[in-house]
């Protein structure tokens, strides 16, 4: 079973459209976030949610909404789709809090690109 | 504001050999360090972890060092194998980032047969 998983695994469309990347997870996390890696490789967190509710969101454009029906689920929406947003978008999860052991399981990535 | 860097963009390395991955952090609040392995077309998926009590933990082949004066942290594979080559990200996180972990931009590591 896929602990994180996200759908599609790769989407291509024309700028200016709208899109949609869903993510589920079944571990039982109460948390749940978006991380970007663009082309330099970078990393970088965009969203968390925890129970649902947004507790992190980094200097991300507001076309980028997230939605979290319920604390297995962290869907990201894209508004009006430009070149930059090319990149994988990768959501993942962990138990809520800092400890340590505490430890992120990401999905496979969804490959965005926009022409 | 990058604040975990891994300065090598790649690696090669002889199979058999030992693989040293480097990674630097600038906040002195993260204590606790994670390393994560990345095939193409996967994501990344968790390899071993330290937390700031401790400068040594070791799986199997994998050893991970921590040198919190020099804000510094390591991953030794021995021996490497062609199986070890992927994209290895290190990650920090602590008591004042919440649930945040920070990423580093990784090092490909090929290990040549």
Known sequence: DTAVSQTPK????QMGNDKSIKCE???????????KQDSKKFLKIM??????ELIINETVPNRFSPKSPDKAHLNLHINSLELGDSAVYFCA??????????????????????? | DQQVKQNSPSLSVQEGRISILNC????SMFDYFLWYKKYPAE????????????DK???????????????????????SQPGDSAVYFCAASGANTGNQFYFGT????TVIP
């Open chain 1, 25 to 35: 997870q079944n571990l039982g996390h109460d948390t749940m976030y978006w991380y």
């Open chain 2, 43 to 54: 994501g990344p998926t968790f390899l071993i972890s330290i937390s700031s009590i401790k």
């Open chain 2, 57 to 79: 933990n070791e799986d199997g082949r994998f050893t991970v060092f921590l040198n919190k004066s020099a804000k510094h942290l390591s991953l030794h594979i021995v021996p």
């Open chain 1, 10 to 13: 790769y989407l291509v469309t």
């Open chain 1, 47 to 52: 969203f968390s949610y925890n129970n649902k």
């Open chain 2, 24 to 27: 630097d952090y600038t906040n």
């Open chain 1, 93 to 115: 999860s962990s138990q809520t809090g800092f400890f340590s052991g505490n430890t992120i399981y990401f999905g496979e990535g969804s490959w965005l690109t926009v022409v």
């Open chain 2, 106 to 109: 990784g090092t490909s590591l």
